[in-house]
């Protein structure tokens, strides 16, 4: 299997973590190929995460902006609300099949410690989940869920307390617990294999549009926009549609409140270096330094990005713009007002871009927007921030 995406990728990490990388590779390299390893994940996906997800036409969108017709993906809709556990049960089926009974995590706002405890708890494995305790003051609602699905949180006090710290944490454990622990990371970041496993989880949300958009009219999408924070969800929406040179892929970073306070790492003034185990673009300083991304939504707060989406965005594949979190949190109004949909934060970055976007298109054009989750987790945060500002 391929450990690079062009220049970006690889697998920079401690000589310590090398063999359990390789573990990981050989057996997804097996899993791939096998019918039976695939049919597990596509019954898990059909009847506990409720997959196929409807592709919505939201025609009160489309009326309002008077140009192309708009579609939204709707993985809001699965298990848990967003698309995090399409990646959570490949990833848990995968560490089952491996022979580990223990998933260690790291989490930042936890949403994907709250994926990986759900499947932990669903195959019968013993979960861990590392969190900073600056994160765990934030974010103690996740916590308790996670603790109610039955994982172990455990606070690291290191650093800033928050996801990077844990990280490091995450991976220590695992080094050191080989034999039996299994490390899930929750996008498509991360040395390889890990970018082209959670890719390939993720590839169902594209998969069922093409199918959906051909079954039920006949074509395919003209533009295909995602939110972009580490990536999987825009990689899952993007990558069936590489072949289609017609089809543009678009991918919508936080712009977060100025220059200065963003999570803009392909958009803005990123540039490529090794964060996480891979080479690739990512908020740095001139001697290295990593800059901590800025976002109002907790998901896309993060200063490196995918390595395959580094690789899109010179290629010239892909291509990344970003929306602020003031744009943002007007699409989550917006979407909540017009299609009765409140869409998660990180979603609602994607469906701002749509102000930038549908002027540009024709009544022809067949815009697909992937609306990676629910909003229910960013109520109070949203109420907080209105009544802060007077809105
Ligand atoms: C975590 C999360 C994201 C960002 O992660 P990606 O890997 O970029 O997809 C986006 N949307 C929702 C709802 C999330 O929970």
Not at 296 to 318: C, N, Q, R, T
Request: charged share 25%; proline share 3%; aromatic share 10%.
């Amino acid at each position: 299997m391929e450990s690079r995406f062009g220049k970006y990728g690889g697998q920079y990490v401690p000589e310590i973590v090398m063999p359990a990388l390789k573990e990981t590779e050989t057996a997804y390299n097996e899993a791939k190929d096998d019918r039976e390893f695939q049919n597990e994940f596509k019954f898990y996906l059909k009847n506990y995460a409720g997959r196929p997800t409807l592709l919505y036409e939201a025609k009160k969108l489309t009326e309002h902006y008077g140009a192309g017709r708009i579609f939204l993906k709707r993985e809001d809709l699965l298990h848990t609300g967003a698309h995090k556990i399409n990646n959570a049960l490949g990833q848990a089926l995968l560490a089952k099949r491996m022979g580990k009974t223990r998933i260690v995590a790291e989490t930042g706002a936890g949403q994907h410690g709250v994926a990986s405890a759900t499947v932990a708890a669903l195959f019968g494995m013993d979960c861990i989940v590392f969190m900073g305790v600056e994160d765990m003051r934030r974010q103690a609602l996740n916590v308790f869920r996670m603790e109610l699905l039955g994982a172990k949180v455990q606070g690291v006090e290191s650093g800033t307390g928050t996801l990077k710290d844990a990280t490091s944490e995450a991976i220590r454990y695992w080094a050191t617990n080989i034999e039996d622990t299994y490390y899930l990371i929750g996008s498509c970041v991360g040395p390889h294999p890990y970018p082209t496993m959670v890719r390939d989880f993720q590839s169902c949300i594209g998969r069922e549009i093409r199918a959906q958009c051909i079954k039920d009219y006949g074509r395919l999408p003209t533009h295909v926009v995602a939110c972009v924070g580490g990536g999987s969800n825009a990689i899952g929406t993007f990558y069936e549609f590489l072949e289609d040179k017609r089809v543009k892929m678009i991918g919508v970073e936080a712009g977060g409140k100025n220059s200065f306070e963003n999570a803009k790492t392909l958009s803005g003034r990123g540039r490529p270096g090794v964060l996480h185990g891979a080479y690739s673009y990512l908020l740095q300083t001139p001697e290295g330094q990593v800059i901590e991304a800025y976002s109002v939504s907790a998901g896309l707060d993060y200063p490196g990005v995918g390595p395959e989406h580094s690789f899109f965005k010179d290629e010239k594949i892909a291509f990344y713009d970003s929306v602020s979190d003031e744009e943002a949190l007007e699409a989550f109004k917006f979407l909540s007002k017009t299609e009765g949909i409140v869409p998660a934060l990180e979603s609602a970055h994607a469906i701002a871009y749509l102000e930038k976007l549908m002027p540009q298109t024709k009544e022809s054009d067949m815009i697909v927007v992937c609306l990676s989750g629910r909003g229910d987790k960013d109520v109070s945060h949203v109420a907080e921030i209105l009544k802060n500002s007077g809105r």
